[in-house]
C-alpha cells in the first residue's frame, strides 16, 4: 500500500494563515539551529531553559551548563531538528535540510555507545525519545535534495543503532 503524498505547500500555507505565532516559534527555532544556538522553550519540552546556549565551532553533544545533566537529556532528544524540518516544509529553504544533515552527522560520529554516553547522550529515555523525534524530522525532508542516499543510509544505520541499544539495555523479568 502506497502512503498518500502529502501537498506541502498547501500545508505550509495553511498553517502560515492559522497558526502564524506558532509558525514564527518553529522558524525561531529552526534559525537557532543553524546558528547553533539552543533555548528549549516549546510548550512540551520536558527540561525548558530560560538561557539560549550556543555553540562557535563544533557541537559539543555532552556539554552539561552549570553542571545541569538535563540539557544534556534534552538537547539530545532532538526535538529542534522537527523543527528544522517544520521549517524546511514553511520556507522550501534547504538550509534547514543542511543544518540537519551536518547535525546529524556530528551526532552519529561524536556519540558512540559507550559507558560514559550510556549515562548522557544514550540515557534510554533520550534513545526513545530521539528515535521518534529523528524518523518525524526525516519525513519532512523527504524530497530535498540535500538528504542524499547517503545521508538516509547513515540515519538508518542511526536508527538501527537506537533499536539495538534499546532492545539489549532491557532488564529481564524476575520469576
Not at 501537498?7 to 494563515?17: F, G, P, S
Not at 538537547?75 to 529553504?93: E, P, S, V
Not at 525519545?129 to 535534495?145: Q, S
Request: charged share 25%.
Amino acid at each position: 500500500m502506497e502512503m498518500q503524498k502529502i501537498d506541502m505547500k498547501w500545508c505550509a500555507r495553511y498553517c502560515r494563515e492559522f497558526w502564524p505565532e506558532e509558525c514564527a516559534h518553529i522558524l525561531r527555532i529552526a534559525d537557532d539551529a543553524v546558528e547553533q544556538r539552543f533555548l528549549f522553550d516549546l510548550p512540551w519540552d520536558m527540561e525548558q531553559t530560560a538561557e539560549a546556549v550556543e555553540f562557535a565551532g563544533d557541537i559539543d553533544w555532552q556539554y552539561m551548563p552549570k553542571g545541569d545533566p538535563e540539557f544534556i537529556y534534552q538537547f539530545n532528544r532532538h526535538r529542534y531538528w522537527i523543527c528544522l524540518g517544520q521549517a524546511y516544509a514553511l520556507t522550501g529553504d534547504e538550509k534547514y535540510a543542511a543544518c540537519f544533515v551536518g547535525q546529524l552527522t556530528s551526532w552519529l560520529e561524536e556519540n558512540p555507545i559507550n559507558p560514559g554516553t550510556v549515562k548522557t547522550t544514550w540515557r534510554t529515555i533520550e534513545a526513545g525519545i530521539r528515535g521518534e523525534n529523528w524518523v518525524k524530522a526525516m519525513e519532512y525532508f523527504r524530497d530535498c535534495p540535500v538528504v542524499t542516499e547517503e545521508v538516509r543510509e547513515r540515519f538508518l544505520h542511526g536508527l538501527h543503532l537506537h533499536g539495538q541499544f534499546l532492545l539489549d539495555c532491557r532488564v529481564p523479568l524476575q520469576r
